[in-house]
């Protein structure tokens, strides 16, 4: 995102939640945190935050984190675990 990006998103909730204020400090800090995600993804997350929601939005509500299900020492582990449990039988 970049520096008109999260004026945009800033100015929504601005709009939605008259209490939340902002000024060049907060749009120099929103965009540096914002920087790595996509403009349209964040608008998004704001518009659906605003629906839903009362208080306005803290800068993680709004992130998309990559989050991996399955990472190699998760699989590790669960084969520990099976490994270890009562009445364990190796696969053929």
Do not use: C
């Not at 100015?11 to 209490?19: C, F, H």
């Not at 902002?22 to 540096?32: A, H, L």
């Not at 929601?53 to 992130?63: E, G, H, M, Y």
Request: hydrophobic share 35%.
């Amino acid at each position: 995102m970049n520096r008109e990006n999260v004026y945009e998103v800033l100015k929504l909730l601005s709009n939605a939640y008259p209490s939340f204020d902002f000024d060049q400090s907060k749009i120099d800090t929103w965009t540096r945190l914002l920087k790595d995600q996509n403009p349209a993804v964040i608008m998004q997350n704001a518009e659906r935050y605003v629906l839903e929601n009362k208080f306005p939005p803290s800068l993680s509500d709004l992130r998309v984190t990559k989050k991996e299900a399955h990472t190699k020492s998760f699989l590790n582990t669960l084969d520990k675990w099976e490994r270890e449990a009562v009445g364990y039988k190796p696969r053929s």
